[in-house]
């Protein structure tokens, strides 16, 4: 189980003084789920599965992943060995463009001690299920868009987590991509496998997700399923729910 109890950031700015970027957030994940997270540009989404990935501190709270507690204190050693437990992409993952996508996920399977023999299973797997026999043998820095980010999500699942992080995942694919990808990502769930959705489609958080997380200006506004998350906000749609939250803004 994944767990976030009263967990705040804060970070330091020169002209306006301290920023909250996530205040008092706390809601936890079981085995087999996944949660989407959804909120406007600024509002902590890429924060806090930062800080989920260990990536970031969090300036107050506690968290843990399957009985392993995080640390807030700079313990890296516990963060260690939360990493090894936890596969996360980034709006920002980039790949080394002199390497193919192959060499990327067996390095990367390497990285994470995998027995040489189950990599290549695995490996085989993503490709066959993703299309990516045509590309996989070439060099990155020739894929388009949407066999980049193909790579970069087996890159992320490769030695098994129990928590995916996946951080705005489709973003600047175009729309059969983006199937693919939503595809494969539905694919890869299990019992066992938590995972974390962070998106601005609608479609792919109803589609993928089991609950949905709201953040907006730093709080964790609503959380439960769809049919929850509306029933707080008293809105009939996400859709009208996130026009409420954005005419909010401009007040």
């Known amino acids: 189980m994944l ?35 959804l909120g406007m540009n600024g509002a902590g989404k890429s924060t806090l599965l930062r800080i989920l990935a260990t990536t970031l501190k969090a300036s107050e709270g506690k968290m843990s992943l399957n009985g392993l507690e995080y640390s807030t204190e700079g313990d890296e050693q516990l963060n260690e060995k939360i990493r090894h437990h936890v596969g996360f992409l980034s709006g920002s993952t980039g790949l080394y463009k002199r390497m193919t996508g192959r060499e990327t996920l067996e390095f990367f399977g390497r990285m994470s001690s995998m027995e040489e023999e189950n990599l290549q299973t695995v490996l085989e797997e993503f490709i066959a299920r993703l299309g990516m026999a045509d590309f996989i043998d070439r060099y990155t820095d020739k894929y388009s868009t949407g066999q980049k980010q193909k790579v970069n999500i087996c890159r992320a699942l490769i ?14 694919l175009d729309p059969v991509a983006r199937l693919q990808v939503t595809e494969f990502i539905k694919k890869m769930r299990n019992p066992q496998r938590m995972m974390m959705y962070s998106t601005h489609y609608f479609d792919e958080a109803e589609n993928l ?43």
């Open 3 to 37: 767990s976030v109890d009263e967990v705040s950031r804060t970070f330091g700015d020169a002209r306006t003084g301290e920023v909250q970027a996530l205040k008092n957030v706390s809601f936890c994940l079981e085995p087999g789920e996944t949660a989407g997270l």
């Open 159 to 172: 030695h098994g987590p129990d928590l995916l992080i996946l951080d705005e995942a489709t973003t600047g």
């Open 209 to 251: 997700c089991d609950k949905l997380l709201v953040l907006h200006k730093g709080s964790l506004m609503y959380s439960g399923t769809k049919e929850e998350v509306l029933q707080q906000a008293d809105c009939a749609s996400l859709t009208e729910l996130f026009t409420a939250l954005a005419n909010e803004c401009k007040i």
